[in-house]
DNA sequence: TGAACATATGAACATTTGTTCATATGTATT
DNA sequence: AATACATATGAACAAATGTTCATATGTTCA
């Protein structure tokens, strides 16, 4: 690794932001098996529509997840091979 | 990976908080060199040392930073091989 | 022992964050 | 067009967080 300016510092403790809630981690790890609607995480994490949405905004701004339109149904799914890298990584460590 | 706890999940959000405050991932980084005292970390980052200090007091509960006294002086180090790993994968994903 | 230095800690405060509630938007179906 | 369903959004609120200030603790050296 090179050296590092204090701007990228910046932009990497925001990346880590978005793993260091509760349940926006465990919506990205209910993403790593496959795209999920909005109803099903919610129901999945038993929390309402609503705090999930919030939450998917804040990813979806921070380019971790994308989403497409079925009908009157919304998928998301993970939309960075990173994520599923680093987030693993940090498992792994927890497991230890 | 194999199936995971709503528990670990939940440890790796904690973890994960530790990386998502810009302060406490320039303290980490400016570790990845060699150990620092708490004055030179201060100085470095231009904070006051107290919060330095509390900082680095969440980072040591974390298991993350270890030191060691020599006189009045006391020496912060990195206790742990991931956190250069996690870091830096963060820190490419940022970059590209 | 007393002064100077290095670090830690508690309290207070402002700011940020995550959730809930109410409601708006968009789509499908009848 | 009206209704039902899926999702998004704004406002309000409580809780958590990070910093500062003042002060305490611990160490060294004269």
Do not use: P
């Not at 880590?16 to 209910?30: A, G």
């Not at 994490?45 to 009908?71: C, E, P, T, W, Y």
């Amino acid at each position: 690794m090179k050296k590092i300016d204090e701007n990228t510092l910046y932009d990497t403790a925001e990346l880590f932001k978005n793993f260091s809630d509760s349940t926006r981690i465990r919506i990205l790890y209910c993403l790593f098996e496959k795209e999920r609607s909005v109803t099903e995480i919610a129901e999945l994490l038993k929390m309402n529509q609503s705090a999930i949405s919030h939450q998917l905004r804040f990813l979806k701004n921070s380019k971790l997840v994308k989403n497409r339109r079925d009908g009157k149904t919304i998928y998301y799914s993970l939309d960075d091979d990173h994520v599923y890298n680093i987030i693993s990584q940090g498992i792994e460590h927890v497991q230890e």
